[in-house]
């Protein structure tokens, strides 16, 4: 990120990482979870062979498919021998993800965020991940962020 940059003019293109940690369509769920576990992720874009953005799968998705109590007769409409574990993340996933480009100005990636109450905007180019702006990017970027503080720790109560 360029600090002479204002907040103002900052660009996607200027926060976000471009090294994304993605993850297939068939990639397993449990092969999804344990990676979100490994990386200290909350969600992975799903991308195909080329990288055209398919959707994202969060750890909320994950969540929500363990609690669901298994559809009777799972066993015997599945492939055979095919757990729930095995089932691929495409089956879980967010299919339209909240995307924007590299131009987006970062007042409307964070506006996206809190509308839509989520933590990652994923930056697409021609149909592409091209990278992704986290909600933690966006902290960051905060002028007083990367300030020396002090007492880290000290408040300030009005």
């Known amino acids: 990120m360029n600090v002479a940059t204002s907040k103002n003019a900052m660009k996607a293109s200027d926060l976000m990482s471009r090294a994304v940690i993605t993850v ?3 990639t397993e769920i449990s092969a999804a979870a344990r ?3 490994e990386k ?3 969600g992975a874009p799903v991308v195909d062979h080329e990288g055209r953005l ?3 799968v969060s750890q909320t998705d994950l969540t ?3 609690a669901q109590t298994p559809i009777d007769g799972w066993e015997e409409r599945s492939e055979p021998g095919l757990s729930r574990e095995a089932t691929p993340v495409a ?3 967010t299919p ?5 480009a590299e131009s987006t100005p970062i ?3 964070a506006r996206l965020m809190l509308e839509r109450r989520i933590h990652r905007v994923l930056v697409v180019t021609d149909g592409r991940l091209a990278g992704i702006v986290t909600s933690m990017d966006l902290l960051r970027a905060l002028p007083s962020a990367g300030a020396d503080l002090e007492d880290p720790l000290r408040c300030r109560w009005l």
Do not use: K, N, W, Y
Not at 96 to 100: D, G, I, L
């Open 24 to 26: 297939g369509p068939l």
């Open 35 to 37: 990676l979100l576990v």
């Open 40 to 42: 200290g992720i909350t």
């Open 54 to 56: 398919l959707g994202v």
């Open 64 to 66: 929500r498919f363990q």
């Open 91 to 93: 089956a879980v996933m």
């Open 96 to 100: 339209a993800p909240v995307t924007c």
């Open 107 to 109: 007042d409307e990636v």
